[in-house]
């Protein structure tokens, strides 16, 4: 099954459980728009490649729709209308003002030179620009990209249109209206997420062992967060494979290894082991921090942790969904679970458009309140539905995009 078809039996479950109307139902299970473009770039010895991209709204009933820019060699149109109907539900989970998009370039970021990659997001942005804007679609970064990418961006746009549109794009560079908080905003929703559910089921934070697969812009500053909270982070995987420390990885070298490195592999505090065994190694907690599909039926039966944190988009296939909830080990859904960095974008829009930068504190206190909001909803409507926490939280999501479409009907 790909992403996108586990996406919409997970809409279908979801309406269901919360008695959407049949005539929305339809509506939810197909994108609003997407865009498919060419993106052809000169490379620096002067022979032209062409990209495929997209721009794919999945729901503007709530507000303008918010999501992240991929540039990926296996991007597929249908797993970013996936991830955009996510990022729909993240916003109705979070009760912000947005619907939900994605985007991104089917390419190999790796193997474009600087200038490449920067001609390659210019000419994207140039071609998607119809359908972005503040009041329209506002990108933010994902896999592959970053606040360099987003500063391009913005610039393409802004140039293009001959006015300054710094709320169009968010996870810009400091120097140019982004904010402190976006730069690990993810890791930092995820590690209270952990601490969330953590309270809820009674678990102590300290001593308790971890899993991550992934050490990039959210694996690895959420492996500091969960070293600092007490835990101990027993297994890492990434790209390259996969390392082993019952007793703890110390993350600070890890950190320092793959900044010289480039990857895990070689790290020489810890053991390398299979990837395929990486999950059932023993653990409390298993975050999945790198691309979808990870957990599959297999890891679900091996599964060792008790809880898992979502940290990336769709992690946990359909398949491992029904063993994980078999087997009473509690999922947290990527829509509540990494929903730090779309706050993180949301107060970086709302900065950037009323011309005045927040304090700290304040910003942090809205954030924690944000995040603890959603994560607290979405557990007591799946105590009160007694479905998964996942079930739980497409319901609430989509009751309340039915009750923004039950306000504005249908047009014409
Ligand atoms: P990244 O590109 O910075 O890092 C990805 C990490 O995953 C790297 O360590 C890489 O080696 C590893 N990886 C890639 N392919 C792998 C494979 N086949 N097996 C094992 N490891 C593999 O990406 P990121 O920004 O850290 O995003 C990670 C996940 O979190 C993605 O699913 C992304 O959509 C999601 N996410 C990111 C953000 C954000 O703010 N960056 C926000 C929400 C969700």
Request: charged share 20%; proline share 5%.
């Amino acid at each position: 099954m790909s992403l996108w078809s586990e996406t919409v039996a997970r809409l279908d479950d979801g309406a269901a459980l919360a008695d959407v109307d049949q005539r929305w139902r339809a509506k939810l299970r197909t994108p609003q728009r997407v865009l498919e473009v060419a993106v052809p770039v000169r490379r620096d010895d002067g022979r032209v490649d062409v990209f495929t991209g997209w721009r794919v709204q999945h729901d503007t009933t709530r507000g303008p729709a918010i999501g992240g820019i991929r540039f990926h060699p296996e991007l597929e149109r249908d797993t970013l209308t996936a991830l955009a109907a996510t990022m729909a539900l993240k916003t109705a989970v979070l009760d912000i003002p947005f619907g939900g998009s994605m985007g991104g370039v089917r390419c190999d970021p790796a193997s474009l030179s600087p200038g490449e990659l920067e001609r390659l997001t210019r000419r994207y942005a140039f071609e998607v620009m119809a359908l972005l804007g503040p009041d329209r679609d506002i990108p933010a970064p994902d896999v592959n990209t970053d606040g360099r990418v987003m500063g391009w961006l913005v610039d393409t746009i802004t140039v293009a249109n001959g006015h300054e549109l710094n709320a169009s794009v968010t996870g810009k560079p400091l120097a140019i209206g982004g904010t402190r908080q976006h730069a690990g905003a993810t890791a930092a929703g995820v590690m209270m997420t952990v601490r969330n559910v953590y309270t809820q089921l009674g678990l102590p934070v300290a001593n308790s062992r971890a899993t991550i697969q992934g050490f990039g812009k959210v694996g690895e500053p959420l492996a500091f967060l969960l070293h600092s909270a007490g835990m101990r982070i027993v297994a890492v995987q990434d790209i390259s494979g996969a390392i082993h420390n019952p007793v703890g990885i110390d993350v600070s070298e890890l950190s320092a290894h793959v900044k010289e490195h480039g990857t895990i592999s070689g790290f020489p505090l810890a053991d390398p082991t299979e990837p395929a065994k990486l999950w059932a190694l023993p653990a409390e907690l298993a975050v999945p921090a790198a691309l979808a599909g990870a957990l599959d039926r297999d890891a679900a039966v091996s599964l060792s942790a008790r809880v898992v944190v979502e940290a990336a988009y769709g992690p946990t296939t359909a398949a491992a969904d029904e063993i994980l909830a078999e087997r009473g080990i509690i999922v947290v859904p990527d829509v509540v679970a990494n929903a730090g960095g779309v706050v993180a974008s949301y107060f970086e829009w709302a900065q950037n458009r009323q011309g005045f930068a927040w304090e700290q504190s304040i910003a942090a206190d809205r954030f924690h309140r944000l995040l603890e909001q959603a994560f607290l909803a979405v557990w007591a409507r799946s105590q009160s539905l007694n479905v998964s926490l996942r079930r739980g939280a497409f319901a609430l999501a989509l009751g309340r995009i039915a009750d923004a479409l039950d306000s504005r009907g249908l047009w014409p």
